[in-house]
């Protein structure tokens, strides 16, 4: 794991879409910093969007003709599905054929909102992650980040009220950046895999492992990807240290019973 990378996705000093980009560039060997090519195409949408806004002075107002924009203007509707193709997880191509996979779309948006004059920032509402724009003291916007539609108050307070806990202190909670990082990786992490890309998704787990060291989930992930890429002794250690630290988890007895399969004396060492 490259320590410079690490270093920078920890920082505070850099915003989650920068620390996407590091990370795009890292697992597919792009050049996004240095060609700038993204972003052409956010600037384009930003642009758009102000012109659309710009003789509006209701806040409230502002935001949902900004709304509309995005999702309808700019085409940034799409209907929620069970996965997304990895080109959906790159900014450029994700922007460029409209397939923007949940996380990177909620963060996009909040880029271009922000960028549009307003507080926003990504809540989790009860099943699922949102965005807010904060219109003025008084009037909010939530909304879905893949169909753009609007929560109403008396959906929200549904909503709420389904979470454990004293009622009279239910609240939005808002998604901090190392979190949206995770989700991301973790997604991306599931799309390589999803279409056999082992040797990538390899690194996002590499990254996720720097960032959460000895995480036994992760390390199973590991195991399972060196598996693939017929790295059998590494996957092998991997596969035990889950075994043990989740004795309890139903994939560790399958695995417990695999582990007598693998042959060393056929492992290819990297």
């Given at each position: 794991m490259?320590?410079?990378?690490l270093?920078e996705l920890e920082?505070?000093?850099?915003s989650?879409?920068?620390?996407i980009?590091?990370?795009?560039?890292?697992?597919f060997s792009s050049?996004?910093?240095?060609?700038?090519?993204?972003?052409?195409?956010?600037?384009d949408?930003?642009?758009q969007?102000l012109n659309?806004?710009d003789?509006i002075?209701?806040?409230?107002?502002?935001a949902?003709?900004?709304?509309n924009?995005?999702?309808i203007?700019?085409l940034?509707l799409?209907?929620?599905?069970d996965s997304?193709?990895?080109l959906a997880y790159?900014?450029?191509?994700?922007?460029?054929?409209?397939?923007?996979?949940p996380?990177?779309?909620?963060?996009l948006?909040r880029?271009?909102?922000?960028?549009?004059?307003?507080d926003?920032d990504?809540?989790?509402?009860?099943e699922?992650?949102?965005?807010?724009?904060v219109?003025?003291?008084l009037?909010?916007?939530?909304f879905?980040p893949?169909t753009?539609?609007?929560?109403?108050?008396?959906e929200?307070d549904?909503?709420?009220?389904?979470?454990?806990?004293?009622?009279s202190q239910?609240?939005?909670?808002?998604?901090?950046d190392?979190?949206?990082l995770?989700?991301?990786?973790?997604s991306l992490?599931g799309?390589?895999?999803n279409?056999k890309?082992f040797?990538?998704?390899?690194?996002?787990?590499?990254?996720?492992l720097s960032?959460?060291?000895n995480?036994?989930?992760?390390?199973?992930?590991?195991?399972?990807?060196?598996?693939?890429?017929?790295c059998?002794?590494?996957?092998?250690d991997?596969?035990r240290?889950?075994v043990?630290q989740c004795?309890?988890?139903?994939?560790?007895q399958l695995?417990?019973?695999?582990?007598?399969l693998?042959s060393f004396n056929?492992?290819?060492?990297?």
């Amino acid at each position: 794991m490259n320590e410079l990378l690490l270093s920078e996705l920890e920082s505070d000093e850099k915003s989650i879409l920068q620390k996407i980009i590091l990370i795009e560039e890292f697992i597919f060997s792009s050049t996004l910093v240095v060609d700038g090519s993204w972003r052409l195409s956010i600037d384009d949408v930003i642009a758009q969007c102000l012109n659309v806004i710009d003789n509006i002075e209701d806040p409230l107002l502002k935001a949902e003709q900004m709304i509309n924009e995005l999702f309808i203007g700019q085409l940034l509707l799409d209907n929620p599905r069970d996965s997304w193709p990895i080109l959906a997880y790159q900014i450029k191509s994700a922007l460029d054929y409209r397939e923007i996979s949940p996380v990177l779309k909620s963060v996009l948006i909040r880029h271009i909102i922000e960028q549009c004059g307003f507080d926003t920032d990504i809540v989790f509402v009860p099943e699922k992650a949102m965005i807010r724009i904060v219109c003025d003291d008084l009037y909010a916007i939530i909304f879905d980040p893949v169909t753009g539609e609007s929560l109403n108050w008396k959906e929200l307070d549904l909503r709420l009220d389904e979470q454990e806990g004293d009622p009279s202190q239910q609240d939005l909670i808002i998604i901090d950046d190392k979190d949206i990082l995770f989700t991301y990786l973790t997604s991306l992490k599931g799309a390589l895999i999803n279409e056999k890309v082992f040797d990538k998704a390899l690194k996002c787990v590499d990254i996720l492992l720097s960032l959460r060291p000895n995480d036994p989930f992760e390390r199973r992930d590991r195991g399972f990807l060196l598996h693939q890429l017929d790295c059998f002794k590494v996957a092998y250690d991997d596969y035990r240290y889950f075994v043990q630290q989740c004795p309890k988890d139903p994939a560790a007895q399958l695995l417990k019973m695999q582990l007598d399969l693998i042959s060393f004396n056929e492992a290819i060492l990297h």
